[in-house]
């Protein structure tokens, strides 16, 4: 069922009051790939009643007050994106459509949304009951850290929403034994993945350097960063606290991540997967599209790719689904009236991490000093393709399922280090589960630019790119790989942007067409990199391209058609407008081009 947004449906369901209500940034989809649904779903079946209001007017009192006030506490979140990542451009433009609102109009979230609805409710429930942030904007943003944005230094979102209480990570656990502990009249000072504030510094807790401090010197701030960087791991990571002007913000050690029973009971829930009809009426939700017929097999990401922000968010311990709950998830989607018969993926952040982990993680948890994937696989990982090989063949024979789809990328590493069933995997997409391309995301070609973003080197992509094209002929296919790259990331200058536009056209064959500039969400490492201009582990300095006509011009030499490989940028006037004239290569005798060239 969905959980209630409307004073009607709390009425049919009988309920006077709610125990949590939560509050959210994007229109209410309910769906086992939607935080929030994932959050409420799982109090609701923990016994909890639970309603949700999803992109209040900020306006009025309207929306915030139709569910009344809950008897235990509001959770608070900006929704599946950073409300700044999802409102605005790597430029900084506002972006103008919005997948994850009805319509498709992004003009209900607003910026720094966690902030803005958390003073939302102060504002119309005076002494209320305690206000927890969750979700993706609050967890990147739950220490101190740089803000791009506003190109500052920030205070835990905690201390700048005037809220009470903060879930990070992945938070069915943490939230239902919040709860329990709320209802029971319990403290929650110890309780993991939990951020709290305090009074005092708490006996106990590693102190990182102060806010102030952070904010002051980057030297200081790269030092919290990777004090707190490196305690993430659920096994080793210790209690930390930070001094945010006269308080304190404790930062409990994570929860542990799901077990494969606890994936299977998340999953095994009864989602809608749908828009709920009150947000319906405005239109429908394009997200919606791709997730309504796609399965999630598993959480967690082990590749630390120093852009992204799911090993902050998600954690670097993969948790998978049984396969019999996946296959029943499958089977479900046939069920629906609308199942035209694809499952257009099934994955998770790196498709390909499915089904196995480190033991050593397991047992001893991340190691400190040590990565998985990088600069080469750890051998210790053993990567083992063949309970995927499995999963796709019996998806495959399901009655009704045309195509299982592996849209999510996959680490072309972990491929060619699985010695035994590597192959077999590759096989298997490429003839069965690739709907006409394949994702892979090398991101650049440089190696130095690759050591910033945490990323291997490209002779494993040649050999994946060959193993691929080799699979494709047998399989008489026509399936192509698609690229994906990141212009602008701290360490890149043009001429590496050049020489990976040479290193595409080349040996790639390929002009890119998917190359994005780098984003500094708040809390990755490359953002740390952009912020002080430094690599945190060598202590080199690095080159950091951050105005916006320089980052422009990244990504247009990488796009740029043959032979167009330097250009230069003329400003016409102070405020936005430029005018780009292009000109060829030395080697060029045609004359310079005065406009940019089509995509
Ligand atoms: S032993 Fe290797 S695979 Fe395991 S956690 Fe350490 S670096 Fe990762």
Known sequence: MFLPATPEELRELGWDRLDVILVTGDSYLDSPFVGVSVIGQSLLKAGYRVGIIAQPDVDTAADITRLGEPALFWGVTGGCIDSLVANRTASGKKRREDDFTAGGINNRRPDRAVIVYANL??????????????????????????????????????????????????????????????????????????????????????????????????????????????????????????????????????????????????????????????????????????????IPTHRGCYGECHFCAIAVHEGRTVSSRSEASILQEAKRLVSLPDFKGYILDVGGPTANMYGFECKKKLLRGACPEKRCLYPSVCTSLRPDHGRQVSLLKKLRRIPGIKAAVVASGIRYDLVLADRKAGLPYLSEVVRHHVSGQMKIAPEHSEEKVLACMGKPGRDGLIAFRDLFRRLTTEADKEQFLTYYLIAAHPGCTEKDMEAAHRFASRELAIRPEQVQLFTPTPSTVSTLMYHTKRDPFSGRTLFVEQSAAGRERQKKILVAKKGLLRYEISQLNQATKEEESWVRTKTSKKKPRRNLPKR
């Open 121 to 294: 409710i102060r504002r119309w429930f005076k002494a209320t009951k305690p206000i927890v942030l969750g979700g993706i904007e609050a967890s990147l943003r739950r220490i101190a850290h740089y803000d791009a944005w506003s190109n500052r230094v920030r205070r835990s979102i905690l201390i700048d929403a005037r809220a009470d209480l903060l879930v990070y990570g992945m938070g069915e656990k943490t939230v239902i034994e919040l709860a329990a502990r709320l209802k029971e009249g319990r403290g929650v000072p110890d309780l993991r993945g939990l951020c709290t504030i305090a009074a005092e510094k708490v006996p106990g807790t590693v102190e990182l350097p102060s806010f102030d401090e952070a904010a002051a010197d980057r030297a200081a701030f790269t030092e919290m960063f990777l004090g707190f960087y490196r305690n993430q791991d659920h096994r080793t990571a210790q209690p930390l606290c930070q001094r945010q002007d006269s308080r304190w913000l404790i930062h409990n050690p994570p929860m542990p991540p799901l077990t494969e029973a606890e994936m299977d009971d998340v999953h095994g829930m009864d989602f809608e997967r749908d828009v709920h009809p009150h947000d319906l009426r405005k239109g429908k939700v394009r997200a919606l599209e791709t997730i309504r017929f796609s």
